[in-house]
């Protein structure tokens, strides 16, 4: 039956989801019905992701549970210390955690993906360990040693510490939480169809999430974070901003951290990145970075309004872990921390009615041709 391409499949639903919302027009997320800035003020990401996988929030007592669940399973095996240790320095994260990633799932059996106990001990599994394997490789590749987790720290306070082997001030935990929550889901991006991709063929779901960081890994989508920030410091200062601006229109050059698929208004969750730097700055000094940063939105407004193309979430998410002293590379890692629980909330619901992926192409090549002898050609 013939239908009409859409390049990158826009506007083409790929899958049926409560997960969450988007409503680019007037700029609202909600999760499982929530409105994002209800989140950010009053969760935290672990109670986000409970959230997002179960589809309610849960009671005190779920809570504790899966608190208790996910800081027992951070641990990585020596042997997934060994792996990371072996990876190139120079390699980045995102390599680095989608080979833990393939690599956890070989130390976990029972990949029977119709066994909804096991499943809940896979997601358990994968957003308390992918943490683990962004900071081991973060140590390891410079030299230093791996830091385990620590129990009595929170899931955010303990990223930070693993990173840095200092237990951060509160202020950072509680920024450092709220970003996690605004990276933990977006409908269907491109990362999150490729982990659906790859879970209809019923593979487990350490290769979903695998699948998912490779796809989050590329400048158009997970990777446009760290551009931001090197854009940011290629610019310098607010007064090199509008020259800046200016060349890119006139090159007809994307600037990094702007525009959106489904979003024609500002990002919401660019706005709370934006009041999120006011609060941590308020208390450890502004960052230069924020400035220019602020001076290039209001200089692409002038030249992009027509288009609505508004600062999309990396565009202040950069500016939050630089201000923290997190590698550049790093930043992209982070989202896919904080993406795992919407990933696999998806992988839950797709379970429940679960239909291969098999798309149709435009065949525009050509028909019976000769085979030509190579000597000849
Ligand atoms: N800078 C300048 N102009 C832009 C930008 C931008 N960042 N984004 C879109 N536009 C313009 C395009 O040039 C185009 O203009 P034209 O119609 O005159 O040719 C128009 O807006 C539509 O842009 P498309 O690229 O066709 O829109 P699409 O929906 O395919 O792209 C995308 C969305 C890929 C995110 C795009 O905006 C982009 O490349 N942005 C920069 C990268 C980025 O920040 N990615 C992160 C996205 S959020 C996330 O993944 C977490």
Redesign the pocket.
Known sequence: MPHDFMP?L?GVPAARSAVSDVDGQAGVLEYRGIRIEALCEHSSFLETAWLLLFGRLPTQEQLTQFTKDVTCHRRIKYRIVDLIKCLPEHGHPMDALQAGVAALGMFYPGRNVTDVENNYWSAVRLIAKLPTIVAAYARLRKGDDYIPPRDELNFSENFLYMLTETVPPKIWVETFDVCLILHAE?TM??STFTGLVTASTLADPYTVVASSIGALKG????G?NE??VEMLREIGTPGRVRGYVEQ??QA??????????VYKVK?PRATILQEVCGRLFKETGTSPLYDVAVEVERA?AEH?EA?K?YP????YSGIVYDKMGIELEFFTPI?AMARAAGWLAHWFEQLKENKLYRPEQIYDGEHNRPYVPIGER
């Open positions: 990158g826009a977006h991006n491109a400048p158009l989508h997970g446009a551009e931001v890119k229109v007809k050059e994307k600037i990094m951290g702007f525009g959106h698929r990002d692409a992009f288009k193309v999309n979430v990396d565009f989202f």
